[in-house]
């Protein structure tokens, strides 16, 4: 399997090497949960690689695991599209519970905000449909996509790795020594692992 590539900034490439792909990060914003019960705001990114326009969520100020996959807009478009025919009102984390590779418990859910915070999709006024959502519009995911083709990259723009480094183990053990017996302490979660926690809905 070919190496990825590793120069430093404004280094060229050895040849041969196989660069990694980068997505350049156009907003980030952040999104109230759609379960009452769910505490906190969720911070998510909006990014453009080539002509496809992704999604992230980043960060969660409270409970709720979740996977730090940039989902692209063409994967949520599929995963709605399997909603029934005629389906005008769904639940947010199970028609979106394709578009994402990782099987977190919240993802859905929490893609399912954040979509709502970015006008794609609404929630109903009917009290008897509380909890359920529907398209803003029926080309509200179209006009998205092609309003951040359209939006001007930032000078400051950031880029990131397509795919996020692999979450760090919950605990990490020190190195034995005379002095002090191993032990494990905690470190920083990088990316959610998997749970069996509910997900916001």
């Given at each position: ?132 959502l529907h398209l803003a519009s029926a080309g ?62």
């Open positions: 399997m070919p190496k990825k590539a590793t120069t430093k900034k404004n280094e060229a490439p050895a040849e041969g090497a196989v660069m990694e792909a980068m997505v350049t990060v156009l907003k980030t914003g952040t999104a109230p949960k759609l379960s009452p019960c769910g505490d906190g705001q969720l911070t998510y990114r909006v990014g453009r690689m080539g002509e496809e326009i992704l999604v992230q969520i980043f960060g969660n100020e409270s409970s709720g695991r979740f996977s730090k996959e940039w989902v692209t807009v063409d994967a949520i478009r599929q995963s709605l599209a399997k909603l029934p025919k005629g389906a005008e009102s769904f639940k947010g984390a199970l028609a979106l519970k394709s578009a994402m590779s990782g099987r977190s418990a919240c993802n859905s859910g929490f893609l399912a905000s954040i979509l709502k915070e970015l006008g794609i999709l609404v929630g109903h006024e009917d009290p008897k449909k509380r909890g359920l509200a995911l179209d006009n998205f996509e092609q309003s951040m083709r359209a939006m001007k990259v930032p000078k400051d723009a950031e880029q990131v790795p397509l795919n996020p480094p692999k979450p760090k183990p919950f605990f990490a053990k020190k190195a034995k020594s005379e002095d002090a017996a191993e032990v494990s302490e905690p470190v920083e979660e990088t990316e959610a692992a998997e749970s069996s926690e509910e997900a916001e809905t």
